[in-house]
């Protein structure tokens, strides 16, 4: 059983469309788009260098799919060889002809076709953007590992990594860095179920005891 690993960037309301520019995904009217470009440092870029120089496959949707398609292979920036080299894995019901070499469209089911994938042999499966299929595999339980960079900005509205249909999950930070412009970098894995205590006291008082029943009644 091989890991998928989401890699995300993300306000600090946890929106994550549209990071790397205006025309990268202005869908929903967003007004953003570009936000997390001034605040990268040369920490960052090390950091995304060494993610990005292990073996893996990309698991996209059809939308960062055809931004990666349009840039990446025209490019010889860090991380270009990798990514071109790299199986791509598209979720999509209308991509027909990819260009990008190593490519294969998913079927209808992808929660099928990801566990399928998942217990197939290879490396790492990685999700880069791609918000919408992040809340189909989310919703199924599929995720091992988050990779979050935080940027310390408010965007109000636009695609977030956790939606309504997000399953309950206990996490463990593995390992944080932070930039010089703020951006907070996690590792997060999964820990089991939602851990549940109580800061209440043994013996609550009759105002509290008031304010659970007021509560019960609605």
């Excluded at 919703?139 to 309504?164: I, Q, S, Y």
């Excluded at 997000?166 to 860095?177: D, H, Q, Y």
Aim: no cysteine; charged share 25%.
């Amino acid at each position: 059983m091989r890991d998928l690993v989401v890699n995300t960037l993300l306000s600090l309301d946890g929106v994550m469309q549209a990071p790397g520019g205006p025309e990268e995904d202005p869908t929903g009217g967003f007004e953003y788009g570009g936000w997390s470009v001034t605040y990268w440092d040369e920490m960052m870029g090390e950091k995304m260098t060494r993610l990005m120089s292990v073996e893996f496959d990309l698991l996209l949707g059809r939308r960062t799919y055809e931004v990666f398609a349009a840039h990446w292979p025209h490019s010889d920036e860090p991380g270009a060889a990798q990514l071109n080299a790299a199986r791509k894995f598209v979720a999509s019901r209308t991509l027909t002809g990819p260009a990008w070499e190593n490519t294969t469209v998913l079927g209808d089911d992808v929660v099928t076709e990801v566990r399928r994938l998942k217990e197939s042999d290879g490396p790492e499966i990685q999700v880069h953007g791609s918000a919408d299929v992040l809340q189909t595999l989310l919703g199924a339980d599929l995720v091992d590992e988050l990779r979050l960079w935080v940027f310390p900005l408010v965007l109000g509205n636009g695609k977030r990594l956790f939606g309504d249909g997000a399953v309950p999950v206990g996490l463990k930070l593995v390992e944080s860095a932070t930039s010089t412009t703020g951006v907070i970098i996690g590792t997060y894995r999964r820990a089991g179920d939602v851990p549940i205590g109580s800061f209440a006291l043994d013996e609550p008082s009759q105002a509290d005891l008031e304010r659970r029943a007021a509560l019960a009644e609605g």
